[in-house]
């Protein structure tokens, strides 16, 4: 998701190399020796920064948090919540077509067991990560004006963000692994649908959910069409 810069500081260029290697050769690729000769390095740095490949990883991760914060972040706040979540899980779902070995790793699919440090559960969990925490914030404040906006009935947003978030994670996986491979556009026959009935659920009306998703599903078609043929799964 990132490219290398003059500027980088050794941790970015390790981070940065790995985060390449996912996108090209997926999880196998992340030893020691290859990160640090793709990066033109010796083995010893990645210990000396990192302490090992689990360490590595777990700052791969952070920065795919990073990467989705600023994705997050240039959504603009309107008057419409449910159509800025909407563009939110899309953001989610482009980002994750773009390094889906990454997005393996940030969201606990099993390709990432073998680098989970042991034992240390506050290292290991994402949730409990700043990175993922920053991102999540805009989830829940856009929650928060959805409540407040009485488009829905009252309830705590940080139960609705949870909810969103575990529809539009389960959604993309579920995309990643080639499981709406018979539709013909999983995002306006699956994905759109049912975060509309999810806003339904929560007490709203569905020709506004419709609407709202709408306004933001027509102008990413382009983005949708591209991204489909430009998906790296190794």
């Avoid at 509309?196 to 659920?201: A, D, I, R, S, W």
Wanted: with cysteine; net charge negative.
């Amino acid at each position: 998701m990132s490219e290398d810069s003059p500027t980088e500081s050794v941790p970015e260029r390790l981070v940065n190399a790995t985060i390449a290697l996912l996108a090209e050769q997926g999880p196998a690729a992340i030893k020691a020796r290859t990160v640090a000769a793709a990066t033109g390095l010796s083995t010893m740095v990645v210990y000396s920064h990192f302490g090992g490949v689990p360490e590595l990883v777990r700052a791969v991760v952070d920065q795919g948090f990073k990467e989705l914060d600023r994705a997050f972040s240039e959504i603009p706040a309107s008057s419409d919540p449910i159509a800025d979540l909407f563009a939110m899980a899309l953001s989610c779902r482009r980002l994750a077509r773009q390094n889906p070995h990454l997005y393996d790793l940030m969201f606990g699919l099993s390709t990432r067991a073998t680098y989970r440090p042991v034992g240390e559960s506050d290292v290991r969990l994402s949730g409990r990560s700043p990175a993922f925490r920053d991102a999540y914030a805009h989830t829940l404040e856009a929650c928060v004006r959805l409540v407040n906006s009485g488009w829905i009935a009252e309830q705590a947003p940080e139960v609705i963000a949870a909810q969103l978030w575990s529809y539009v994670h389960g959604y993309i996986t579920l995309e990643l692994s080639e499981h709406f491979v018979d539709f013909d556009d999983p995002v306006a026959q699956v994905m759109m649908p049912m975060g509309v009935n999810l806003v339904v659920g929560l007490g709203g009306d569905r020709d506004r959910a419709v609407a709202s998703h709408e306004s933001v599903l027509v102008p990413d078609l382009s983005v949708r069409a591209d991204d489909h043929n430009s998906m790296n799964v190794s």
